[in-house]
């Protein structure tokens, strides 16, 4: 499988340098993400199918610079299908017909099948997606190379669940994580224990969690290893601003999304 980086041309301060949403093509060309509808964006996708015509769009979750641009898809493509596991409070704002995902679902994409990976945390609906010949992993929002993830009290965000998810990652063992945010994630959980072991000898936590974050510079064995250590003393300190806090040696900050 060689999946196809599409920019979806949505910069800002919440997003980065923007959204990356990943074609699959193949038998059944299948768009990861679908951005925000910004025309750049439909644009480049068409581009990349070369004449093969989109069959569907799996959404990795119901924030808005994920699914927001599904209804200028299914303008331009009326024939598409969008698929995601339900968050019916948020879903139904994106106007278009939604078919439900279920976790472990398996899904025929391009010349292949994905598997649908329930990974909340950073929101309810969070789904990753597992192709399981390449060991490739779809991450969405749960990891963003060089940054940090946001996990949002108010849009359903919580912690407890963003570690649980890290773990069932890190028992998959992908060689890449392919994610809407950032570069690829090559290679996330190997070297767990020296990097643990250096992070212990530091007295710090090879995270910061806020959202936690899973970049290039350490591994997401490590991410959950130390969350997980200083969960059984988790402290918060409120922040009126922000909802700052610690879990553990981990510093958090709870962000609310940009509307």
Not at 51 to 77: N, P
Not at 103 to 123: K, R, Y
Request: charged share 25%; glycine share 8%.
């Amino acid at each position: 499988m060689k999946p196809i980086p599409i920019h979806a041309f949505n910069p800002s301060p919440l997003t980065g340098e923007g959204n990356t949403t990943w074609l699959i093509p193949g038998h059944v060309p299948t768009l990861i993400d679908a951005g925000t509808g910004e025309p750049q964006h439909l644009d480049a996708l068409e581009r990349a199918l070369d004449g093969a015509r989109l069959a569907q769009v799996l959404v990795t979750h119901s924030h808005i610079d994920h699914a927001s641009g599904a209804a200028a898809i299914a303008e331009r493509m009326p024939h598409v299908r969008f698929l995601k596991m339900p968050w019916p409070e948020h879903d139904h704002q994106w106007r278009v017909r939604w078919e439900s995902l279920t976790d472990g679902e398996a899904v025929p994409a391009g010349d292949t099948v994905v598997s649908a990976i329930h990974t909340p945390g950073h929101s309810p609906d969070h789904l990753c997606f597992w192709e399981q010949d390449s060991r490739l992993l779809f991450c969405g929002d749960l990891a963003w190379k060089g940054s940090t993830v946001v996990i949002p009290p108010t849009q359903g965000g919580d912690i407890s669940s963003y570690l649980a998810s890290l773990e069932r990652v890190i028992q998959l063992d992908p060689v890449e994580m392919l994610p809407a945010h950032g570069g690829v994630i090559d290679h996330p959980v190997e070297h767990r224990a020296s990097r643990a072991a250096r992070a212990a000898r530091a007295g710090r936590a090879p995270h910061r969690h806020h959202g936690s974050h899973a970049d290039g510079r350490e591994d997401l064995s490590d991410a959950h290893r130390a969350a997980r250590a200083g969960r059984a003393r988790e402290r918060a300190r409120p922040s009126p601003e922000a909802g700052e806090g610690r879990t553990g040696d981990a510093r958090w900050r709870s962000v609310a999304p940009r509307r």
